[in-house]
């Protein structure tokens, strides 16, 4: 069975289902971006489902499966628009000190064997002590730069590489008056929050000047880690302690970057619907696949609170300055 249960309205539609034969179910070129986190080549296992991508043995075996999602992904996108990956470097055979495996080398090649172009890397900013807190790698400890420091690690940022299928784009992804609000850490200066509201003039526009200069910049060290959508209640007992959604702010650059009010974003890997709720409370319509039943239980409440948040302006609360 492809599909054991479905979400659909107006603004969005989820399936708790795999995301292959959701997509075998779209219509060819009907997709204005998509933004998502793959499973990491098998880093970590999310439930015991044949069909979880996570379940593979090693590398080739991962990259063999998610090839069948990035061509269907391929076909279901519009010409000359996009799609962004999250990931990063992870470490060989599960180790938490040594070598590392460019998974973000292959994820480019993938694409761009199937009819995509790297576009951009962002570089998402970790800081090391948080790191090493939250994974307990060795290679982070300040004692093993004591002990023997050519067995010190790196705290590996995440990327988001974003791809754009070749091909004309037919509309113009357009903010004709510039960036409008902020999604990240840094205090916005007090003379540039003087011009904001100057939007209708480009030399004056110097609150959208600032964001972009952020939004444009190759490294992200600005993200709100921390900003990320309720997921506690999907773990199931023998989930691992990573489980951890992917940061708003990261999703919401993405999708105002590559979209216009009302295009429809596509996330394969649903999870507790952030991307979805990233769409939704930009105006974009969010259509998700997502193969564990608790994960899209949650995510059905994330996107129901996302409608709420819209119509009641909370996403102006949640992007205050």
């Known amino acids: 069975m492809a599909v054991k249960s479905e979400t659909i309205t107006e603004d969005y539609a989820i399936y708790n289902g795999d995301c292959v034969e959701?997509?075998?179910?779209?219509?060819?070129?009907c997709i204005d971006m998509s933004i998502y986190s793959p499973p990491f080549a098998g880093l970590y296992n999310y439930s015991s489902d044949v069909r979880d991508m996570s379940n593979c043995n090693g590398r080739e075996d991962f990259l063999h499966h998610y090839e069948f999602c990035v061509r269907e992904k391929t076909r279901v996108t519009k010409p000359g628009r996009f799609t962004s990956v999250h990931c990063t470097e992870i470490p060989k055979d599960g180790a938490n000190i040594g070598a590392l495996y460019d998974f973000p080398g292959?994820?480019?090649?993938?694409h761009e064997r199937l009819g995509w172009e790297l576009w951009a890397r962002r570089l998402?900013?970790?800081?090391?002590?948080?790191?090493?807190?939250?994974?307990?790698?060795?290679?982070?400890?300040?004692?093993q730069i004591c002990d023997d420091a050519s067995l010190t690690g790196v705290a590996c940022g995440d990327y988001l590489l974003e791809f754009r299928k070749k091909g004309d784009n037919e509309v113009p992804v357009s903010n004709p008056t510039g960036l409008h609000r902020y999604a990240g850490e840094t205090t916005i200066p007090r003379d540039i929050l003087h011009y904001k509201g100057m939007e209708g003039d480009q030399k004056q526009n110097r609150f959208s000047h600032w964001i972009w200069r952020r939004y444009a910049s190759c490294i992200w060290d600005d993200i709100r880690i921390g900003r990320v959508l309720p997921y506690k209640e999907s773990k199931d007992p023998e989930d691992e302690k990573h489980v951890h959604p992917l940061?708003?702010?990261?999703?919401?650059?993405?999708?105002?970057?590559?979209?216009?009010?009302?295009?429809?974003?596509?996330?394969?890997f649903l999870g507790v619907g952030s991307e979805a709720y990233g769409a939704i409370i930009n105006g974009r319509k969010a259509?998700?696949?997502e193969l564990k039943s608790s994960y899209y239980s949650q995510a059905i409440k994330n996107c129901a609170a996302a409608i709420h948040d819209l119509e009641n302006g909370r996403d102006q609360i949640e992007f205050a300055f």
Do not use: S
Not at 22 to 29: G, I, S, Y
Not at 128 to 142: D, E, F, Q
Not at 255 to 266: A, E, F, K, S, Y
């Open 22 to 29: 959701v997509m075998r179910n779209l219509p060819d070129e």
């Open 106 to 110: 292959d994820i480019i090649r993938l």
């Open 124 to 143: 998402i900013w970790k800081e090391p002590l948080a790191v090493r807190n939250r994974t307990m790698a060795k290679g982070l400890a300040h004692r």
């Open 247 to 268: 940061q708003l702010d990261v999703i919401e650059r993405g999708i105002i970057l590559r979209t216009n009010p009302g295009d429809t974003v596509l996330t394969p």
């Open 287 to 289: 259509i998700g696949a």
